[in-house]
């Protein structure tokens, strides 16, 4: 991770040169915010990132000596196909679709489905064919 922290502390420094730059020959308030956002984002992930790499082993990646072998076996655990997010895209939407009505009775059904829609996608796993 210390490559990526780094990579992300390049990126900092380059944001943090452009957002006054970009202020001082635009005058533009809204595109200095979302650059100054984004310095500041960049900044929280090369934080994170530099934080871990010291706590942790280097990786293989990250070792002089390392091979592409050192890197082989188990990758992580990728969940199976799940119907959930659709639901909780759907009732966010229909959500979204009340609120730009001004039918607040539309909103109420789309929060109560919403909320079945994503207590089914946080605990798919404790039922059915893929519990744990």
Known sequence: MRSE???FAMTTAF????SPAYWFLTGDWTGTSALTMTTLLAGMVTVF????????DPRPEDRKD???ADGAGELGFFPPYSWWPL????????CVY??????WWLFIIGVGIGAVALSGW????YRGEHAH
């Open 5 to 7: 922290a780094w990579i």
């Open 15 to 18: 944001f943090v040169v452009v």
């Open 49 to 56: 990132l530099g934080f871990h790499a010291r706590r942790m």
């Open 66 to 68: 390392g091979e592409i």
């Open 87 to 94: 639901w909780c895209g759907l009732t966010l939407a229909v």
């Open 98 to 103: 009340a609120v730009a009505l001004g039918a």
């Open 122 to 125: 946080i605990f798919e796993y």
